[in-house]
Each structure stands twice: as C-alpha cells, then as structure tokens.
C-alpha cells in the first residue's frame, strides 16, 4: 500500500495538533509536580505552627513519660501528684525490695595525715 499526496497532506496537517498535544503532556506531568510539591509545603507549614493536641500525641510516648514520672522523683504539675501510699504499702515496698549491705574490713582502721 504507497502512500498517496492526499495522505501526505493529512498527516503534516496535523502533526502540528500531535506536537502540540505531546508537549501538553509533557508538561501536564511537571505541572502536577509542581503542584504536589507546593501541597506538601503547605501542609508541612502548617504543621510547624499548629499545636497539637494530647489525643494526636502517640501514646507510646505518654507512656514513657508516666514510666519516667514512676522511676524518678519528678515534679508534676498542679493537681497531678501522686497520692502518698499508706503505711500498710510502705511495709509491702520496704518487704519487696532487698537490702544488701556491704561491710569493708578495711573501712575506717587506717587515716592518712599526709594529705
């Protein structure tokens, strides 16, 4: 099948109308890019200056922060201390934990009065 002067005129009439499309894809996708990246510095923006509240904070963190409170003799805030254990808990504590003492022979038999 031989291409035909009719066809010819065809075709180059609209490869101007395929170029054009070709170049709008083109840059449909740098387009969307752009518009993508300029979304994500909006919203990483607008994170920077909102403050969050404590139900979107993780919640493995506040319990680390509870854990530490229990371990360390930390401040808290107005209202928020601990109850003082009774003394029926005191004597449960003073019984769960072993107390080892460590005597030196040596410990206070020699002073120094060179120094």
């Known amino acids: 099948m031989a291409l035909k002067p009719i066809d010819l005129q065809v075709l180059f009439s609209r490869l101007n109308e395929l170029s054009r499309e070709q170049a709008v894809q083109k840059e449909l996708l740098v387009h969307q890019q752009t518009v993508k990246t300029s979304e994500l510095l909006k919203e990483t923006e607008q994170k920077t200056h909102t403050v969050t509240h404590p139900s979107e904070v993780e919640?493995?963190?506040?319990?680390?922060?509870?854990?530490?409170?229990?371990?360390?003799?930390?401040?808290?805030?107005?209202?928020?201390?601990?109850?003082?254990?009774?003394?029926?808990?005191?004597?449960?504590?003073?019984?769960?934990?072993?107390v080892e003492v460590v005597k030196d022979p040596n410990l206070g038999k020699n002073i120094d009065l060179t120094g």
């Open 59 to 98: 919640q493995g963190e506040t319990e680390k922060i509870r854990n530490e409170r229990k371990g360390k003799g930390q401040r808290y805030p107005a209202g928020a201390r601990p109850s003082k254990p009774s003394s029926d808990q005191k004597e449960n504590q003073d019984e769960d934990i072993p």
